[in-house]
């Protein structure tokens, strides 16, 4: 069955715009979440949404925002780009509704960046 | 914030040799899982070892657990090219969001 799918692969912008990823989950998962690594930082989580709810949110500011449909396609958005905000968005697929306890399936990811 | 502090942050090996690397972390755990990831591509899956576990086996890795030292490691036995990738671990706490938080991984390199 197909992977979890991550559009667009690249993705460029400058600061001040705002720009939106798709993450389209496995066939069956309900929950998704969704990462960003840095060099600097590593992987940090964003956001976990399971049935067009969020359940859960890491510590990023309320540019970062996401929402899931009734197909479990997720969508995140990030509003006034920061040179910072550049960064690989990952975004992963569980089929549980306990995700953390069984793994995750992760997409490739979204290399974004803010000039 | 990062839960999970790995060991070595970069370790450099032949082919067929066995690699190792650690992961301890700060708070009791539900479980702890092992990630794989190639140069900017996303993570695989590859273990997960839950806190009554010791030890768990999956082909050619090998993942211990100790609770009472909160740490773990994986090795990977007879190393091949293709092992070549950052290895994460990744904590879910008992307490709070269910959610995996990651280490600073692990560079291995498998040299020919």
């Known amino acids: 069955k197909a992977g979890v799918t991550q559009t667009p692969r690249y993705l460029i912008k400058t600061r001040g715009q705002q720009v939106t990823l798709s993450c389209s989950p496995i066939s069956g998962h309900r929950s998704v979440s969704w990462y960003q690594q840095t060099p600097g930082q590593g992987l940090q989580f964003l956001f976990e949404y399971f049935s067009e709810t969020q359940r859960n949110k890491g510590n990023f500011p309320g540019r970062f925002s996401g929402r899931q449909f009734s197909n479990s396609r997720s969508e995140m958005n990030v509003s006034t780009l920061e040179l910072g905000d550049s960064a690989l968005y990952l975004c992963a697929s569980s089929r549980e509704g306990s995700p953390a306890n069984y793994g995750y399936t992760f997409g490739s990811g979204t290399r974004l960046t803010v000039v | 914030s990062q839960q999970g502090e790995e060991d070595p942050q970069a370790l450099s090996i032949q082919e067929g040799e066995n690699a190792t690397m650690n992961c301890s972390y700060k708070?009791?755990?539900?479980?702890l899982q092992w990630y794989r990831q190639n140069s900017g591509r996303g993570l695989v899956h590859l273990i997960l070892i839950r806190s009554n576990e010791r030890e768990k086996h999956s082909g050619r890795l090998r993942v211990t657990l100790d609770t009472s030292k909160k740490s773990s490691s994986l090795l990977i036995t007879a190393s091949r090219a293709a092992d070549t990738a950052s290895y994460f671990c990744a904590t879910v706490a008992t307490q709070g969001a269910q959610k995996l938080v990651f280490g600073q991984g692990t560079r291995l390199t498998i040299n020919p």
């Open positions: 708070t009791s755990i539900n479980n």
